[in-house]
């Protein structure tokens, strides 16, 4: 037993986070910033913060992750880290040549107090930036929030400092994917272009951090939003942004600086989600649902119908990112699948409301929390007062499903023992299909496995 000091009595904690539901805010700015083409993240602080950031990436999307730090030592932690952040700038634009330089920071330059949009200035105003090239920064304080909370304060800095605004607007969607895989932000592009809808994806790490082998290095690989589109955005006609806490605050700032309008909406997992964008592009830019994807919703509800005796009624206990959390609670309520309990680490009052909606009336015996207490300490503490029939989440719960066996489907960030999550989508209807295959495939090997001899089924 690895969590054998786990109780099942749940003890009111007040200042103790236990295996938290999330991590740390630079993570997400620096998965964000890799969706730009030609980006180098930043990471203004220690050696350390950097080598994390990166490893956690790395681990997760099975890629080499490049960012460079500010290295800072002590005289930095005392004086501030500007010489070095000046120093980066010039050595990073002539060793690795990026189009853009994405800065955030870490707990350590923020306690600090450095003012990374001063600095940028200044390096602007000294020359050290090159012409044609860029450098992008946002505030990534790791005491508050989680990664979610660093990728749209990284996406609010693409649209607030690239931006350009025009008068007139053009036929041009935007699309802020949250924080999904590259597979899935490869889907939604399919899904526009069998639409034909014209759109600008920002962040888009397809191609990125799911690039092809080719036998040939390079720096930069060939995915990733580029600086032309970024500074068109500000010309589209609206943005959507899936999934409140990811990318809300991108398409908040493009209103704000561009005039271009925002619908907030949530990630389009499962069937009523991705109808509801689908329906949303479709009304905004007058191009029709073509029967090829009305055929893939078709064969996502004969999937679940066909197997519907394999799911109603299971319990599920879910943990990750809030926007996720959201659309998979939807999506298993609509499959007749129970989630019952559910922990995000992110804070936010607006998710409890979010989830009451969601669960208050389908699966009233659901609990639910988010924020610091919302770790997986708990998490394993309500499955011991009463158990789950499956498991979904990221690969923290391993511990977890191996403790209690339960069969768990690995699902969000990070997944660092499997593979398949950042190639195969679970947005969108064929996305859908894939979570269901994954649920199914759990819960018919542990109906094998558990099956008396003469109820061993060839046929299920
Ligand atoms: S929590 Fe702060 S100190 Fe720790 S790795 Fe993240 S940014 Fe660095």
Redo the contacts with the bound molecule.
């Keep these: 037993m690895l969590l054998r000091h786990t109780t099942a009595e749940v003890a009111d904690r007040k200042a103790l986070t236990i295996n938290p539901a999330k991590?740390?805010?630079?993570?997400g700015a620096m998965y964000a910033a890799l969706g730009i083409h030609g980006c180098m993240p930043h990471s203004h602080?220690?050696q350390?913060?950097c080598a994390?950031?990166r490893s956690a990436l790395t681990r997760h999307y099975k890629e080499p992750v490049m960012a460079a730090t500010s290295s800072f030592t002590e005289g930095s932690s005392v004086f501030g880290g500007q010489a070095n952040l000046l120093q980066a700038f010039n050595n990073i634009f002539t060793v690795y040549n990026p189009d853009v330089i994405a800065v955030h920071t870490?707990?350590?330059s923020e306690t600090i107090g450095d003012d990374v949009k001063q600095i940028a200035k200044k390096a602007l105003d000294e020359g050290k930036i090159p012409e044609g090239k860029l450098v992008l920064h946002c505030a990534?304080p790791?005491?508050v929030g989680s990664h979610v909370t660093g990728f749209s304060n990284m996406c609010a800095a693409m649209a607030d400092q690239m931006a350009e605004d025009a008068e007139v607007k053009n036929s041009t969607v935007n699309i802020v994917p949250g924080w999904v895989e590259p597979g899935d932000m490869r889907e939604i592009k399919r899904l526009m272009k069998a639409m034909k809808v014209t759109n600008i994806m920002f962040p888009d790490t397809s191609d990125v951090l799911d690039a092809p082998m080719t036998g040939h290095h390079q720096f930069y690989p060939k995915g990733g939003v580029t600086l032309n589109e970024l500074r068109d955005s500000g010309k589209s006609c609206k943005t959507f942004s899936l999934g409140t806490w990811a990318s809300k605050a991108a398409g908040e700032a493009l209103w704000k600086k561009c005039r271009v309008p925002f619908e907030e909406m949530s990630l389009p997992i499962g069937i009523k989600a991705t109808d509801r964008f689908l329906s949303a592009v479709s009304k905004e830019t007058s191009c029709p649902v073509p029967q090829s994807i009305t055929d893939e919703r078709g064969r996502l509800v004969d999937m679940i119908c066909d197997m519907q005796q394999y799911l109603a009624g299971k319990r599920v206990a879910l943990w990750g990112d809030p926007d996720q959390l959201l659309a998979l609670t939807e999506f298993l309520v609509d499959m007749d699948m129970k989630p019952v309990y559910v922990v995000s680490g992110t804070p936010g009052k607006l998710w409890m409301k979010k989830m009451e909606e969601l669960v208050g009336d389908a699966v009233p015996e659901c609990k639910y929390l988010n924020g610091e207490r919302a770790d997986m300490f708990l998490m394993h503490q309500w499955i011991k007062e009463q158990g789950v029939d499956l498991l979904i989440g990221n690969s923290y719960g391993k511990y977890i499903a191996r403790d209690e066996d339960i069969p768990f489907v690995r699902h969000g960030f990070p997944i660092y023992d499997r593979v398949g999550h950042s190639q195969f989508p679970t947005v969108g209807y064929a996305g859908g299909m894939r979570l269901v295959e994954k649920i199914l495939g759990v819960l018919m090997d542990r109906k094998d496995r558990d099956a008396d001899e003469e109820f061993f089924e060839l046929v299920l």
Excluded: I, R
């Excluded at 991590?23 to 993570?27: D, F, G, M, N």
């Design positions: 991590t740390c805010q630079p993570v602080g220690s350390g913060c994390y950031h870490t707990c350590l990534t790791s005491y």
